[in-house]
Structure formats: C-alpha cells, structure tokens
C-alpha cells in the first residue's frame, strides 16, 4: 500500500531534488557504474568458485581500464 504523501514512480521532474537522470555524470560516471558492476558479479563468481566466468570478468574490467583505486577507498 502507498502512503498518501508518495509519489508515483516517474513523477518527478528535472527541478525536483530526488530526480536523478542516469546520464548525469556524463560518460565517466557511466563507465564507472559498468566498472562496479563488473566487479560485482566477479565477487560473486570468485564466491561461487566459477573460475571461467571470474577470468572472462577480470578481463572485461581489464578492458574498461580496470579500477585504478584502492580496495575500500
């Protein structure tokens, strides 16, 4: 059930502070949106233990450039 106040999903417009356009950061913040969903599905393949999905993701974030930070920085 929606609370009264709620909005619809959609309804909010460019001048509204929870309106976000994914293309926002421009071309950078998208390569590093991909770059962290790569490094995602590689934890999750390296927990599952599925070594060829883990090298086919090291080298797609090696492709994009890899990440060029510190673990938890």
Not at 34 to 46: R, W
Not at 48 to 53: A, E, F, L, T
């Amino acid at each position: 059930m929606a609370y009264p106040s709620s909005h619809p999903a959609g309804s909010f417009g460019p001048s509204h502070p929870g309106y976000r356009c994914h293309l926002q950061g421009g071309p950078q913040a998208e390569g590093d949106h991909q770059l962290e969903k790569l490094e995602f599905a590689l934890a999750v393949a390296l927990t599952r233990g599925d070594s060829h999905r883990s090298a086919q993701l090291r080298d797609q974030i090696a492709a994009l450039g890899g990440n060029l930070e510190e673990p938890g920085t």
